[in-house]
């Protein structure tokens, strides 16, 4: 028999987009450069999410009856419902992960995966997925990182109704309707729009009182993670809800052309191949404004609902398909599966099927039983056995499994890891400051008789010179520095001058904290490394000529050797066979770009009257390049230098502090 009543309220048409929306996701994490765009699915799950769910939030805060307003016992309820919708299936997603991660999954990576779902199961998963993987769009991604959406989402739904409820508390409101409640939702999003699309401004006010640390809040890549960002497109959803048209208010045919051109322009957005030359925020703007009308316009008629059946069936498990596709494609992309030799595109589609049945499974076993449970639940009801155990079972046990998988990675999982251990990485020697970090200060180390001040910044590939350029400094008594951070230097947009940048990126807003940082202080020497490429070096040039102006000295230190041997301390997952890499390299098996980079540098710098620190020969002969010596390895990967490594780098910067003290 079928479920009427849970059909006079199924909007095919929507379930429909949802379908539409998380295929663009998994095209996307499967085929990034034919789907560039799928990753904006994730925008259509936040307009949608503000249409479904603005009703019942609105719900909590209306009158029933002439009885007292009990908001707290609808609020209660609103989030048991919200728990067993998403609760079940996540705690048996985190089980099964693990699970696949621990035997096929690269042991490197199980650190960042253990905690990005430790962070995802505490609803903070937005920020575990800025520290754990920085970018949405690494290119070797976090295999957990597309959990930020769920904790961004959830977040709303926890603060929002907390953010209504204190305005009819403050302004004590006695009777409350759908249009106050528009009233709050425009507020809202009003604010999250000025700090989001005026957040230019914002940072360089912010900066300007050396607020860094908040102005980090609002540049990239935190804006991508952030609830700020995210609430714009809730509130878009919520709009639509309450405004919805009358089924008679559009003639039948016009419903449909309109509908289906908004759709035709959806899917063209979402996966047209190629790269769009306007901004992200304007298509973002096209895909909320089509997903508003399309959920506007009231539903197709029956006959389309056969066309769009095998979408709807999407829909209905995009919340375990979403969950799922991420971790499988990363165990065929980079885990043990990509190196069985089958072509990528089989091993892709292969786990495409997997995906599919994975989620059908959890939509039939896990979602829709505590579905049905959650829709259960009454206002002013008490917490029963059940959901006891559901919150032993799908809280607590996966978040104990995480913490022990990431405690037992500290003792290689008691023998199972046979792989080498890798050097100490320099950029985390010290446990009071994050010397590679996305925000904050500058790790400062001072000296008893200080004769002079030495500012290291950069990338990561300064992080790994940190230590060497601490214990060159002390032993020269001089205060060193370290402000080194990921996406060093700043994107400049074609601009001359970098402090002309729209401020668009997490790195600008730590560079413009640098060179205020310089103009207050005058540090004696300011050493600058970072990776090199042999495209426009235009970015890193212009942020030294930029930093030569205010500072008294200036040294890069020019690209060093990089390895082709992708192995090399890049131990794999532990049913494989240990790896013992080669101490030296033929010079023709070198990455020759990463020559050709240095060299080209070398010239602009000669020609600017630029001092340089080169590197090559400390590593290279005529012959081979090394990578081992009586200390131990020299290199921590294919790129960054160990703190041995480093160490030899150590004499030809003692020369800089010895010619300053004359």
Same mark, same amino acid.
């Given at each position: 028999?079928?479920?009427?009543?849970?059909?006079?309220?199924?909007?095919?048409?929507?379930?429909?987009?949802?379908?539409? &929306?998380?295929?663009?996701?998994?095209?996307?994490?499967?085929?990034?450069?034919?789907?560039?765009?799928?990753?904006?699915?994730?925008?259509?799950?936040?307009?949608?999410?503000?249409?479904?769910?603005?009703?019942? +939030?609105?719900? +909590?805060?209306?009158?029933?009856?002439?009885?007292?307003?009990?908001?707290?016992?609808?609020?209660?309820?609103?989030?048991?419902?919200?728990?067993?919708?998403?609760?079940?299936?996540?705690?048996?997603?985190?089980?099964?992960?693990?699970?696949?991660?621990?035997?096929?999954?690269?042991?490197? *990576?199980? &650190?960042?995966?253990?905690?990005?779902?430790?962070?995802?199961?505490?609803?903070?998963?937005?920020? =575990?997925?800025?520290?754990?993987? =920085? *970018?949405?769009?690494?290119?070797?991604?976090?295999?957990?990182?597309?959990?930020?959406?769920?904790?961004?989402?959830?977040?709303?739904?926890?603060?929002?109704?907390?953010?209504?409820?204190?305005?009819?508390?403050?302004?004590?409101?006695?009777?409350?309707?759908?249009?106050?409640?528009?009233?709050?939702?425009? +507020?809202?999003?009003? $604010?999250?729009?000025?700090?989001?699309?005026?957040?230019?401004?914002?940072?360089?006010?912010?900066?300007?009182?050396?607020?860094?640390?908040?102005?980090?809040?609002?540049?990239? /890549?935190?804006?991508?993670?952030?609830?700020?960002?995210?609430?714009?497109?809730?509130?878009?959803?919520?709009?639509?809800?309450?405004?919805?048209?009358?089924?008679?208010?559009?003639?039948?045919?016009?419903?449909?052309?309109?509908?289906?051109?908004?759709?035709?322009?959806?899917?063209?957005?979402?996966?047209? /191949?190629?790269?769009?030359?306007?901004?992200?925020?304007?298509?973002?703007?096209?895909?909320?404004?089509?997903?508003?009308?399309?959920?506007?316009?009231?539903?197709?008629?029956?006959?389309?609902?056969?066309?769009?059946?095998?979408?709807?069936?999407?829909?209905?498990?995009?919340?375990?398909?979403?969950?799922?596709?991420?971790?499988?494609?990363?165990?065929?992309?980079?885990?043990?599966?990509?190196?069985?030799?089958?072509?990528?595109?089989?091993?892709?589609?292969?786990?495409?099927?997997?995906?599919?049945?994975?989620?059908?499974?959890?939509?039939?076993?896990?979602?829709?039983?505590?579905?049905?449970?959650?829709?259960?639940?009454?206002? =002013?009801?008490?917490?029963?056995?059940?959901?006891?155990?559901?919150?032993?079972?799908?809280?607590?046990?996966?978040?104990?499994?995480?913490?022990?998988?990431?405690? &037992? =990675? !500290?003792?290689?999982?008691?023998?199972?890891?046979?792989?080498?251990?890798?050097?100490?990485?320099?950029?985390?020697?010290?446990?009071?400051?994050?010397?590679?970090?996305?925000?904050?200060?500058?790790?400062?180390?001072?000296?008893?008789?200080?004769?002079?001040?030495?500012?290291?910044?950069?990338?990561?590939?300064?992080?790994?010179?940190?230590?060497?350029?601490? *214990?060159?400094?002390?032993?020269?008594?001089?205060?060193?520095?370290?402000?080194?951070?990921?996406?060093? /230097?700043?994107?400049?947009?074609?601009?001359?001058?970098?402090?002309?940048?729209?401020?668009?990126?997490?790195?600008?807003?730590?560079?413009?904290?640098?060179?205020?940082?310089?103009?207050?202080?005058?540090?004696?020497?300011? +050493?600058?490394?970072?990776?090199?490429?042999?495209?426009?070096?235009?970015?890193?040039? !212009?942020? $030294?000529?930029?930093?030569?102006?205010?500072?008294?000295?200036?040294?890069?230190? !020019?690209?060093?050797?990089?390895?082709?041997?992708?192995?090399?301390?890049?131990?794999?997952?532990?049913?494989?066979?240990?790896?013992?890499?080669?101490?030296?390299?033929?010079?023709?098996?070198?990455?020759?770009? &990463?020559?050709?980079?240095?060299?080209?540098?070398?010239?602009?710098?000669?020609? !600017?009257?630029?001092?340089?620190?080169?590197?090559?020969?400390?590593?290279?002969?005529?012959?081979?390049?090394?990578?081992?010596?009586?200390?131990?390895?020299?290199?921590?990967?294919?790129?960054?230098?160990?703190?041995?490594?480093?160490?030899?780098?150590?004499?030809?910067?003692?020369?800089?502090?010895?010619?300053?003290?004359?």
């Amino acid at each position: 028999m079928k479920n009427t009543t849970r059909k006079s309220h199924h909007r095919s048409d929507i379930q429909a987009i949802r379908g539409i &929306a998380v295929i663009a996701v998994v095209l996307f994490h499967g085929f990034p450069n034919e789907v560039p765009h799928g990753y904006l699915g994730v925008d259509l799950f936040f307009v949608i999410s503000g249409f479904v769910m603005a009703p019942r +939030i609105v719900r +909590i805060f209306q009158r029933e009856d002439d009885s007292d307003h009990h908001i707290f016992p609808k609020l209660w309820a609103f989030y048991i419902r919200r728990f067993y919708r998403l609760a079940p299936a996540f705690g048996v997603f985190v089980l099964f992960t693990c699970a696949m991660f621990f035997f096929f999954g690269n042991i490197t *990576d199980h &650190a960042r995966i253990t905690m990005q779902g430790i962070y995802s199961i505490l609803l903070f998963g937005n920020v =575990g997925a800025l520290r754990f993987n =920085g *970018d949405y769009f690494n290119p070797n991604p976090n295999p957990l990182v597309h959990l930020w959406s769920l904790s961004t989402e959830e977040q709303i739904y926890i603060f929002f109704p907390l953010y209504v409820f204190a305005c009819i508390s403050l302004f004590r409101v006695k009777i409350f309707s759908q249009n106050l409640f528009k009233i709050y939702l425009l +507020i809202a999003a009003g $604010i999250c729009s000025i700090l989001f699309y005026s957040s230019a401004q914002v940072i360089s006010a912010l900066t300007f009182f050396d607020l860094t640390q908040l102005s980090w809040l609002l540049s990239n /890549p935190f804006s991508y993670y952030s609830p700020f960002h995210r609430i714009i497109e809730f509130s878009i959803g919520a709009i639509a809800a309450s405004i919805q048209l009358n089924p008679s208010f559009v003639h039948l045919k016009h419903r449909v052309y309109i509908k289906i051109f908004m759709v035709l322009v959806l899917v063209a957005v979402l996966f047209y /191949p190629q790269n769009f030359s306007v901004s992200e925020n304007v298509i973002e703007l096209v895909i909320c404004t089509s997903i508003a009308i399309i959920i506007l316009v009231p539903s197709f008629s029956m006959k389309w609902d056969k066309i769009l059946n095998p979408l709807v069936w999407c829909g209905d498990r995009s919340y375990s398909l979403y969950l799922y596709h991420l971790p499988l494609l990363y165990l065929v992309q980079f885990g043990l599966f990509s190196r069985t030799g089958l072509p990528s595109s089989f091993l892709t589609f292969t786990a495409f099927l997997v995906i599919a049945f994975t989620a059908n499974a959890s939509y039939r076993f896990v979602e829709q039983p505590n579905r049905v449970r959650g829709s259960r639940v009454r206002i =002013g009801g008490t917490m029963d056995g059940y959901f006891t155990r559901s919150l032993v079972i799908y809280f607590l046990l996966p978040l104990i499994l995480l913490v022990s998988m990431n405690l &037992a =990675g !500290n003792y290689k999982y008691f023998g199972l890891n046979r792989n080498l251990d890798s050097p100490p990485s320099a950029g985390e020697l010290d446990p009071n400051c994050n010397r590679e970090s996305f925000s904050g200060g500058p790790c400062v180390y001072s000296s008893l008789n200080k004769l002079g001040s030495v500012l290291l910044i950069g990338d990561s590939h300064a992080a790994m010179l940190s230590q060497m350029i601490v *214990d060159e400094a002390r032993k020269a008594h001089w205060e060193s520095i370290i402000w080194t951070h990921n996406g060093y /230097p700043p994107e400049l947009q074609d601009a001359e001058d970098f402090t002309l940048n729209s401020f668009s990126d997490i790195s600008v807003t730590n560079t413009i904290a640098q060179v205020k940082w310089i103009e207050s202080n005058k540090p004696d020497i300011v +050493i600058i490394s970072a990776f090199l490429t042999t495209g426009d070096q235009a970015m890193l040039k !212009n942020a $030294i000529t930029y930093i030569r102006k205010i500072a008294k000295t200036v040294i890069v230190i !020019n690209q060093t050797p990089l390895f082709t041997d992708t192995r090399f301390f890049r131990p794999y997952s532990i049913l494989e066979k240990p790896y013992t890499p080669k101490k030296s390299i033929l010079l023709s098996e070198m990455n020759q770009s &990463a020559f050709l980079a240095g060299e080209k540098f070398s010239v602009w710098a000669e020609f !600017n009257n630029i001092d340089t620190i080169d590197t090559v020969d400390l590593f290279c002969d005529k012959e081979r390049c090394r990578r081992f010596n009586n200390k131990g390895w020299l290199y921590f990967d294919i790129g960054h230098l160990s703190t041995y490594g480093a160490q030899l780098v150590g004499p030809r910067v003692r020369v800089l502090f010895q010619a300053s003290n004359k």
